[in-house]
C-alpha cells in the first residue's frame, strides 16, 4: 500500500473515531440532563393575590422577588389590583372555585371572610411549618384571632401619626432641639399649637390639612372618641345596634368641628396628602403609610410622632393587613404548607415591609437593627399597642361608608355634629335590619 495513502486513511478513521466518541459523550450528556429534569421536582406555584397601590406594591413585589430567589422550589406569582373592586373580585373568584392560594386582607374586612368560611384555618398549617403565634405583637395579633383560632397572619399595623414640617414649626418656635414639636397638654394644648403656627406662617399654608371629604376624618374622630374615658363603643353587645350617639363620640366629634370652624383645617381641602407633599401644609394626621413617599419628597424637611394623645388615654385608629389562604376545593397540605412557608417569610423579613412606612407585627423584628437603621419607622413604633380597631362585624365597611357621607355633611357645614351623629346612627340601624 502507498504510504502517503495509508496515512491519509488512518487519519480518516482516527477523526471518525473522534466523532463516535463525541457524539456518545453528548448523548450521555443530554440523557444525563434529561434525566435530572424528570427527577427535579416541579417548583410549587402560589397565586398571591394584592391590593396594593403606590409605593406599598413597589416593596411588597421586592419581597415577592427576594422571596422567589432564596426558596426555588416555590413559586409565588403576584397579582394586584385596585383596592376599589379587589373585594368583590376575591369574593366571586372564592365562591366560584378559582380562588388564589394566598391573598391580602385588611383586619376590617377578616369578619365576613371567617362568617362565610372564605378563608382556611391555619392552626395545622402554622405549627408545620413552626410559625410561632408568641413572636407577634399581641394588640396586632388578637385583632386577627377568632375564638383563639388564626385565620390569616397579620402583617403590619398601619395607623394614624402626625406629620409636621419642620420649617414652618420653627419659624413657629413649636419645635425642640430634637427637632420634636412643642405641643401643650390636652385638646387644649393641641388647640393653642395649631392656633400659634396659623399667625407665625403665611396665608396660603394650612396650619393642619384634613381633606374635607373622603374617610380621614372619620379615622380621626375613631381615634379621639377612643382616647376619651367611656368612649369607644360602636354597637351595643349583640352587635344589633349602633351607640355611638353619646356624650363622648360627641365631645371628640365637637373637638374637630371646631378645628375646622376656626380654619385650623382650612375648608374645602381635597387632597390633604398632596398638599403636605408640596410643602403647603405644616401638620398633616394621616396614616403611616405616607412615610415612604414623603422620603422621596425632595424639599421636604419633615418629622413624624405618634398620634398625640388630646384626651385621657393613648389611643388611634388603625388597621392591619393580614394574609389569609382562600377557601379553595383541592388545595393539597403541601400547597398550604408552601404558602404559609412564603407568610412566615414575609412576616420575618418584616423590615422590608416596613420601608413603605407599615410597623411590622413580629416583636423581633421591630427590635432588630434593620428596623431601626430606617428613618422614621421607630419614632411611631409604639402606635402598635394601642391601635383601637373598628369592632368585627360583618359589614363594617359598608358601614364606615356611611360615616363617611354624614361627616362630609358636617365639614361643609351643612349639618351640626349632634345632627351628624343622629343622623349616622340612624341609617347604620337601618342597615343592620337588612
Known sequence: MNIKKWS???VSYTLIGLLVIALTSCASEQEANQKNEETKPEAIRLEYWTPFSGGDNQFMTEMVTRFNEENPAINVVQVNSRLDDYYTRLKTAIMSGN?????????TSLPQFVQNGYIENLTEPAKQIGLDWSGFNRNIL???????????????????????????LRKAGLIDEADKPLIGAGAAGFEAFLQKLKSSIPADIAPMA?????????????????????????YNEDASAAVFNNP???????????????ELIPPDINDAFKLFYDGKAAVLITGMWGTG???????LDFGVIPMPALFDRAAVWGDSHTIAIPTKHGMTDEKKRAALTFVKWCVENGAMWAEAG?????????????????????????????????PRHVRQWSIVEILIQEF???NYSEQTPEETLQAAVKRVNIELRK
Not at 403590619?156 to 419642620?166: P, Q, R, S, W
Open 8 to 10: 491519509a486513511q488512518c
Open 99 to 107: 380562588a388564589p392560594e394566598l391573598a391580602i386582607l385588611h383586619q
Open 142 to 168: 388578637d385583632s386577627t384571632m377568632y375564638d383563639g383560632i388564626p385565620y390569616a397572619v397579620p402583617l403590619d399595623t398601619h395607623a394614624l401619626v402626625m406629620f409636621y414640617n419642620k420649617t414652618f
Open 210 to 234: 384634613q381633606p374635607s371629604t373622603r374617610i380621614d376624618s372619620v379615622w380621626l374622630w375613631w381615634s379621639l372618641y377612643n382616647q376619651i374615658d367611656g368612649g369607644g363603643s360602636f
Open 248 to 262: 363622648q363620640a360627641l365631645q371628640a366629634l365637637s373637638y374637630m368641628n371646631d378645628l375646622y370652624k376656626k
Open 293 to 299: 413617599a414623603f422620603e422621596k419628597a425632595k424639599n
Open 358 to 390: 407599615h410597623v411590622p407585627s413580629m416583636t423581633k423584628v421591630v427590635a432588630s437593627e434593620p428596623f431601626n437603621s430606617l428613618n422614621y419607622r421607630s419614632s411611631y413604633a409604639a402606635s402598635a399597642n394601642y391601635v383601637a380597631y373598628w
Open 408 to 410: 362630609e355633611k358636617m
